[in-house]
Every structure is written in C-alpha cells, then in structure tokens.
C-alpha cells in the first residue's frame, strides 16, 4: 500500500458509511456504485503497478449535475475524492493514496458537438482520446494530441495532466488548443468556461486553472478544443546516429528544412531499443545504432512533403549525421514504426520495477544526464535508458531493476532533481506531479509560487477533498 511504502498520515477526512453509500446509490443506481473489492482492485492501482490505495467506493457518474450533487454531498460530509480517467498516469496522481472515493469519468463519453467551420469540439471529459479522434477524423480533423496511451486515457485525464505527446511541436500545448472547459468545484459549482470560440479575451481566463492542476481544483467535465485539419500527406522516416551531438543537429536541421511539415521529432537510445526487442519481442526497421530518431512529417501536399524529406534525408545522410535509415509512407509500416517509440514503457515495466522521470532540460545537456546517471548507479541496476521528445526538449530517463529497492530510489532521488535543478530544467515535463513528486516541486517553482498555488488550493477547495496528497508538497 502507498501509505506504507511512503509511510505518510491520512488527513482529517470523514470515513464513507452506510448512508453515504445509500446517498450515491440512489442518486447513481446500484451499477454505477462499486464497491465489490476484486472490481475495485484495477481502480486501486496504477498503470506502474507502482502505487495502490485502498477506496472502497467507486462512483461512475454520467452528468455534469451528477458531479456536482456528489461532490457537493462529499465536501459537506468532508469525503476525500480522487478523479480518474483512464488511469494511464505515470506519477500516481490518479489512484487515491488511502480510501479517498474514485469518481471515473469512464461513462461520461458523450461527443456534444463539432463545429466543422471553426474545427472546435466540445465532448464530455471522458471520452477516449483515440475514440475522439476517430471520430472528428470523419469530419477531417484531428485533435491535436497523440500518445501512447491514446487507446485508454480520456481527455480530461490529458487535460488535466496538461499532456504533452508525440506532436506537441506542431500542435502545441493544450495551454492553447483548449479553447473551453466545464468543471466542477468542491462545493459542487458548476463553472462554466466553456467557450468554443478561437477568441474570447473576456476577464480572466479561468479555464487555464483546471488544465495541468490534476484534479486538485475542480473536476473536469466538458472541454472544447481546437482541431486542426487531418493532414493529406504523412512520412515517417526512422533513422540510425552515431554520435547525440549528430541527434541534435539532424534535429535542428529537420526544423530548418522540413519547416512546416515537420510534425514530430523523437529520439530514442539504444538501450530502449534492446528493451523493445527483447521484452516485446519488437524488431526495428534498422541494424543496431547508439541512437535512433523518427522524424514524421504531415502536409497536404504528397509530391511537395516526399520532396523536402528527401533532400533532408539525403543532406543528413551526406554530411554523415544519420549512417542508416527507411521512410515509411504506408500507414501500417508507420503504425509498426511508431508502437517501437510507443511501446517503450510497456517493455521497461516487463525488465521489473521502473523508475520514471519525465524531464525538461536544455538541449546541450540533453543525453549527459542518461550518462552522468548511469555512472552514478553502476551495478545497482538492470538498465537506464533514455528516450523522448527531442523536439520539447523532454528526456524520458527510466531506470529499472529487478523489483523495487528503496536504496536504489534513494541513490536515485533527490541527485537526479538536483542536476535537473542545476541545468534549470523542470523535473515534471508533461507527466504532472501527482503523489511521486509532490515533495520536489521546489527544484523547479519559487517558493512564492508554491505558496501562491497553496492560496488558490485553499480558495477553491478549502476542505481539500479534491485529490490530496497530490501535486503541493505535504507541508
Ligand atoms: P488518469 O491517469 O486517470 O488521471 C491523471 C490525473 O488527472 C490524476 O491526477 C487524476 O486525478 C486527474 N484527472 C483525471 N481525469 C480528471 C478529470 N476529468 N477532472 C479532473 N482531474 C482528472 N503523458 C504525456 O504527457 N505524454 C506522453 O507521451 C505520454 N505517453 C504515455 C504512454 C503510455 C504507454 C502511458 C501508460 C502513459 C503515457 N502518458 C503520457 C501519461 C498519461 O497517459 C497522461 O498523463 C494522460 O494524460 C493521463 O490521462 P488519463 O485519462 O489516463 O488520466
Ligand atoms: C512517452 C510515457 C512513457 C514513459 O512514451 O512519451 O511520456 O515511459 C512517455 O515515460
Ligand atoms: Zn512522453
């Protein structure tokens, strides 16, 4: 249990009793309130296997005004209550630590409507996000976010983690592409900031609160978010380096020379390829390299994007930059090419126990902290690897080991903060804070910022049941 292994203090919550359940069971119906243990278990834990807490009530709301009469009824009663969505995130901020009440968007699915002039949505916040994009894709476009959990998170999971991506170096942050959003409060208000329009610069813009706080301000339920037009033309090229100093310059070039088209630049080590193809049994187009990008390049002209690509490519492969390399255009070959970058988490979780950081740094210092890490944990451990949106300049640094060793995470935390800190990057890039690294936002906030986040947390939700144990430090 997480409040073992981190041995932490349940705070001054009510216990959920019998008329509480017979509240939400006649406000929801007996299927939309579990409580059988075993049903439990897979809300209890999450994607990591890494946290588990122990609620004994799971509600599955399916309005708005649902939300809002149980969350209204839970701060009045001062029940702990912990959102979820598809429960794919990676910094435990989406299982409850002791038995806060899971409330799961999962039947809150509902597309409400697709504005195909601006190329806005507006879809309730448990929609799936590749179900979502599916089914905009009939309208020719695309929501603006892809990654690898895409089959099973919903989009107000990734719009309350603020989720970053494969593509967020052409679309953007989701700081920006959410045009709208409807949440709840504690107290059970309903604030609606649900505006489809591209503008709207009318008072403060409120919406932006509830994107990336993680459930701790108010519980998603609608957002409406920009869509750009599904591109015509797609390239992915996945090419073998030498050397990370060529990564950085064949990725600087691909922004000069592919300009517009290009719309995502991953980067991947070798050693995440070995745990790829022995875990998953996954094998890369290409032989063994040190490194390893994929490119991909989305237009609307086929001719003009094959062209740039391929004097990209054959400038690359001249200067000696890039020593191997194949370019997929067919979109079966790409969806192979892409489960390797995807899949990477899933094969490091086969290796044992995983542990996860998910960091900003300044491109020149990029790869030495896979090597500076390495170094320091020598034997300790089965496997560092690094991976990640070079584009964002997000490094993906795992390291693994048999099963979890509390030394072995002490050897790991705070040094790899503290170099984080050292460079001025960010120890959370897009995965949030969550429970794991609540304690450590002061390597990459002021202190008066954290204090300003504590003013607004008690502002909006002063009794704390939204989430806590998450995202602001214990004290
Ligand atoms: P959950 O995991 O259910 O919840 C995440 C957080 O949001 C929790 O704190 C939860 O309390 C809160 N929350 C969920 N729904 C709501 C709501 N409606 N209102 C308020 N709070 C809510 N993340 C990236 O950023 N980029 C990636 O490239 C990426 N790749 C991934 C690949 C894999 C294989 C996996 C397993 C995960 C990956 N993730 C990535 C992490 C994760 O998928 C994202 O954080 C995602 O946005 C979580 O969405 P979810 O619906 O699963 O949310
Ligand atoms: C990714 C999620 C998985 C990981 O694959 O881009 O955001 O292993 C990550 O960190
Ligand atoms: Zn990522």
């Known amino acids: 249990l997480t409040s073992k292994r981190y041995q932490i203090e349940r705070g001054q919550f009510s216990t959920i009793s019998e008329e509480d359940v017979n509240f939400f069971t006649n406000l929801l119906g007996h ?33 708005t005004e649902e939300v809002s009469t149980i969350l209204a009824y839970c701060n009045k009663r001062k029940l702990a ?69 895409k089959g099973s998170c919903h989009i107000g999971g990734n719009v309350s983690t603020n989720a970053g991506g494969l593509r967020l170096l052409r679309y953007g942050s989701l700081h920006g592409s959410v045009l709208g959003v409807e949440a709840v409060l504690a107290s059970g208000e309903i604030v609606d900031c649900l505006s489809a329009m591209k503008k709207d610069n009318t008072g403060y813009d409120l919406k932006q609160l509830f994107i990336g706080s993680e459930g701790t301000l108010g519980l998603v339920t609608k957002i409406a978010i920009n869509c750009p037009p599904r591109p015509q033309s797609v390239n992915l090229a996945f090419l ?74 054959e400038e690359a492969l001249g200067a000696g930059l890039v020593t191997d390399g194949t370019v997929a255009t067919e979109p079966s070959r790409m969806h192979h090419i892409w489960s390797i970058r995807e899949r990477i988490a899933e094969a490091l979780i086969n290796d044992g126990c995983t542990y996860k950081y998910d960091i900003s740094l300044p491109l020149p210092h990029f790869y030495k902290m896979v090597e500076d890490m390495r170094e320091h944990l020598g034997s300790n451990i089965l496997r560092c690897c690094g991976y990640g949106h070079i584009g964002d300049g997000n490094l993906h640094l795992n390291i693994t080991s048999k099963e979890f060793e509390k030394d072995l995470l002490n050897l790991i935390e705070p040094t790899i903060f503290e170099w984080t800190a050292k460079v001025n990057g960010s120890i959370s890039a897009e995965h949030g804070v969550g429970f794991k690294k609540r304690n450590y936002i002061h390597y990459s906030k ?30």
Not at 31 to 44: A, F, M, P
Not at 84 to 89: A, I, L, V, Y
Not at 289 to 296: G, R
Not at 451 to 472: E, F, R, S, T
Request: proline share 4%.
């Open 31 to 63: 299927h939309r309130v579990i409580n059988d243990e075993t049903e439990l278990e897979g809300y209890n834990i999450d994607w990591l296997g890494m946290v588990r807490g122990a609620s004994s009530v799971l509600l599955k709301p399916k309005t």
């Open 81 to 149: 209550v912990c959102p979820q969505g598809g429960n794919t995130g990676l910094v435990g901020g989406s299982v409850p630590v002791f038995d806060e009440i899971i409330i799961s968007t999962a039947l809150m699915n509902k597309v409400e409507n697709v504005d195909t002039w601006l190329g806005v949505v507006t879809c309730q916040s448990g929609c799936v996000l590749e179900a979502l994009d599916e089914h905009v894709s009939e309208y020719g476009l695309m929501i603006p976010l892809d990654l690898g959990a």
């Open 240 to 313: 073998g380096l030498e050397t990370f100093d060529d990564v950085l310059k064949t990725y600087k070039d691909a922004k000069k020379k592919l300009g517009e088209i290009l719309s995502s630049c991953e980067f991947i080590d070798q050693s995440s390829i070995e745990c790829v193809e022995k875990n998953l049994k996954l094998k890369a187009p290409i032989g063994a390299h040190p490194f390893y990008m994929l490119i991909e390049t989305s237009g609307s002209n086929g001719i003009h994007d094959e062209e740039k690509l391929n004097v990209f490519l």
């Open 446 to 475: 002021s202190s008066g910022a954290i204090a300003l986040m504590k003013q607004l947390k008690a502002l909006m939700d002063p009794n704390g049941i939204l989430n806590p144990y998450k995202v602001l430090p214990d004290n």
